[in-house]
Protein backbone atom coordinates (compact mmCIF):
# COMPACT_ATOMS: atom_id res chain seq x y z
CA UNK A 1 0.00 0.00 0.00
CA UNK A 2 1.42 3.54 -0.93
CA UNK A 3 2.80 5.98 2.02
CA UNK A 4 0.00 8.66 1.43
CA UNK A 5 -2.68 5.70 1.65
CA UNK A 6 -1.22 4.79 5.03
CA UNK A 7 -1.18 8.66 6.47
CA UNK A 8 -4.24 8.73 5.40
CA UNK A 9 -6.00 5.77 7.28
CA UNK A 10 -3.59 6.62 9.83
CA UNK A 11 -4.90 10.30 10.06
CA UNK A 12 -8.62 9.15 9.50
CA UNK A 13 -8.21 6.98 12.72
CA UNK A 14 -6.98 9.93 14.71
CA UNK A 15 -9.74 12.10 14.07
CA UNK A 16 -12.13 9.10 14.52
CA UNK A 17 -11.26 8.32 18.16
CA UNK A 18 -11.97 12.41 18.02
CA UNK A 19 -14.99 12.34 17.14
CA UNK A 20 -16.19 9.77 19.14
CA UNK A 21 -14.96 11.30 22.14
CA UNK A 22 -16.55 14.65 21.46
CA UNK A 23 -19.63 12.57 20.95
CA UNK A 24 -19.20 10.97 24.34
CA UNK A 25 -19.00 13.96 26.20
CA UNK A 26 -22.09 15.46 24.38
CA UNK A 27 -23.57 12.59 25.39
CA UNK A 28 -22.59 12.25 29.01
CA UNK A 29 -23.23 16.42 29.29
CA UNK A 30 -26.33 16.67 27.63
CA UNK A 31 -25.18 19.39 26.23
CA UNK A 32 -24.81 19.14 22.51
CA UNK A 33 -24.23 22.62 21.39
CA UNK A 34 -20.92 21.20 19.50
CA UNK A 35 -22.73 18.86 17.27
CA UNK A 36 -21.28 20.74 14.23
CA UNK A 37 -17.62 20.29 15.37
CA UNK A 38 -18.46 16.85 15.93
CA UNK A 39 -20.02 16.38 12.43
CA UNK A 40 -17.00 17.91 10.91
CA UNK A 41 -14.84 15.72 12.57
CA UNK A 42 -16.51 12.50 11.79
CA UNK A 43 -17.04 13.85 7.84
CA UNK A 44 -14.17 15.52 7.17
CA UNK A 45 -11.58 13.84 9.05
CA UNK A 46 -12.32 9.80 9.51
CA UNK A 47 -15.35 9.24 6.28
CA UNK A 48 -13.24 11.78 3.92
CA UNK A 49 -9.46 10.74 4.70
CA UNK A 50 -10.91 6.99 4.82
CA UNK A 51 -11.76 7.67 0.87
CA UNK A 52 -8.98 9.58 -0.26
CA UNK A 53 -6.96 6.91 1.47
CA UNK A 54 -8.93 3.97 -0.05
CA UNK A 55 -8.60 6.27 -3.58
CA UNK A 56 -4.44 6.14 -3.28
CA UNK A 57 -4.53 2.75 -2.34
CA UNK A 58 -6.14 1.78 -5.91
CA UNK A 59 -4.37 4.44 -7.65
CA UNK A 60 -0.64 3.57 -6.46
CA UNK A 61 0.93 5.58 -9.18
CA UNK A 62 -0.88 9.00 -8.71
CA UNK A 63 0.51 8.22 -5.02
CA UNK A 64 3.27 8.79 -5.52
CA UNK A 65 3.23 12.16 -7.21
CA UNK A 66 4.28 14.97 -5.19
CA UNK A 67 1.00 16.16 -5.68
CA UNK A 68 -0.73 13.76 -3.47
CA UNK A 69 1.70 14.68 -0.10
CA UNK A 70 1.07 18.03 -1.11
CA UNK A 71 -2.85 17.28 -0.69
CA UNK A 72 -2.14 15.73 1.69
CA UNK A 73 -0.42 18.29 3.73
CA UNK A 74 -3.18 21.06 3.20
CA UNK A 75 -6.39 19.06 3.68
CA UNK A 76 -4.82 17.83 7.02
CA UNK A 77 -3.57 21.41 8.22
CA UNK A 78 -7.33 22.84 7.23
CA UNK A 79 -8.66 20.12 9.63
CA UNK A 80 -6.04 20.17 12.77
CA UNK A 81 -7.22 23.69 12.53
CA UNK A 82 -11.05 23.83 11.78
CA UNK A 83 -11.77 21.08 14.29
CA UNK A 84 -10.68 22.53 17.47
CA UNK A 85 -11.49 26.31 16.42
CA UNK A 86 -15.06 25.39 15.27
CA UNK A 87 -15.54 23.11 18.86
CA UNK A 88 -14.63 26.61 20.55
CA UNK A 89 -16.64 28.81 18.57
CA UNK A 90 -19.61 26.58 18.97
CA UNK A 91 -18.87 27.11 23.14
CA UNK A 92 -19.30 30.68 22.32
CA UNK A 93 -15.90 31.69 21.59
CA UNK A 94 -16.62 34.53 18.73
CA UNK A 95 -13.16 35.06 18.46
CA UNK A 96 -12.72 31.56 16.80
CA UNK A 97 -15.08 32.93 13.83
CA UNK A 98 -11.84 34.13 11.53
CA UNK A 99 -9.58 31.19 12.53
CA UNK A 100 -12.96 28.63 11.48
CA UNK A 101 -13.47 30.67 7.81
CA UNK A 102 -9.32 29.92 7.26
CA UNK A 103 -9.53 26.60 8.18
CA UNK A 104 -12.18 26.22 6.09
CA UNK A 105 -10.77 27.51 3.11
CA UNK A 106 -7.40 25.84 3.58
CA UNK A 107 -9.67 22.52 3.81
CA UNK A 108 -11.95 23.59 0.82
CA UNK A 109 -7.65 23.87 -1.31
CA UNK A 110 -7.09 20.54 0.06
CA UNK A 111 -10.20 19.40 -1.68
CA UNK A 112 -9.65 20.97 -4.82
CA UNK A 113 -6.24 19.47 -4.86
CA UNK A 114 -7.89 15.99 -4.82
CA UNK A 115 -9.93 16.96 -7.27
CA UNK A 116 -7.10 18.02 -9.82
CA UNK A 117 -5.51 14.52 -8.08
CA UNK A 118 -8.57 12.95 -9.64
CA UNK A 119 -8.96 14.41 -13.20
CA UNK A 120 -5.55 14.58 -14.11
CA UNK A 121 -4.10 11.24 -16.25
CA UNK A 122 -1.97 8.74 -15.17
CA UNK A 123 1.49 9.52 -15.50
CA UNK A 124 2.93 7.44 -18.09
CA UNK A 125 6.13 6.23 -18.11
CA UNK A 126 8.20 7.22 -21.55
CA UNK A 127 9.95 4.62 -22.32
CA UNK A 128 13.22 5.32 -25.56
CA UNK A 129 12.56 3.09 -28.70
CA UNK A 130 15.10 1.04 -29.69
CA UNK A 131 16.57 3.28 -33.45
CA UNK A 132 16.25 2.00 -35.96
CA UNK A 133 19.33 1.32 -38.37
CA UNK A 134 17.72 0.66 -41.49
Same mark, same amino acid.
Given at each position: ????????????? *???? #? &????????????????????????????V??? @??????? *?????????? =?????????? &? #????????????L??? =?????? =?V?????? $???LL??? @? $???????A???S?????
Amino acid at each position: MPRIAQLYFKTAI *LFLI #L &GIGMGLNMAISQDHSVIGAHAHCNLLGWVTMA @IFGGYHA *LNPRKAERRL =AMIQYYVYTA &G #LVLMIPSLYMFLLGNM =AMEPVV =AVASIITF $IGVLLFAV @I $IFTGEQVAVTPSAQSYR
